[in-house]
């Protein structure tokens, strides 16, 4: 079984910096994609960024500009760099990766909170 490890979340003021990382317990053959989802209680678990096995990148519209994904295929890491952070980023920010056939991993999640 696959496990997820991330490390990163915390307190921040309104414009500060975080960095998010994640990495893999063991090498994953089929890797398609590695990357960020965050939840608020109460609400559904959404996507933040996403990054491909080649190296396209997604954002969400709300953090484009201010959130940067990036990954270490060799050592199966994935970062997020959190900058100009907002109270609305508060959160539990989550780590997936999805590889083939049909595998999906969730890590056990950060939270990351940004007072006013």
């Known amino acids: 079984q696959v496990q997820l490890m991330e490390s990163g979340g915390g307190l921040v003021q309104a414009g500060g910096s975080l960095r998010l990382s994640c990495a893999a317990s063991?090498?994953?053959?089929?890797?398609?994609?590695m990357g960020w989802y965050r939840q608020v209680p109460g609400k559904q678990r959404d996507a933040v960024a996403t990054?491909?096995?080649?190296?396209?990148?997604n954002y969400a519209d709300s953090v484009k500009g201010r959130f940067t994904i990036s990954r270490d295929n060799a050592n199966i890491t994935v970062y997020l760099q959190l900058n100009s952070l907002k109270p609305e980023d508060t959160a539990v920010y989550y780590c997936?990766?999805?590889?083939?056939?049909?595998?999906?991993?969730w890590g056990q999640g950060t939270q990351v909170t940004v007072s006013s």
């Open positions: 997936n990766l999805k590889a083939i056939p049909g595998r999906n991993y």
């Open positions: 063991r090498s994953i053959f089929g890797i398609i994609s």
């Open positions: 990054i491909t096995s080649g190296g396209t990148t």
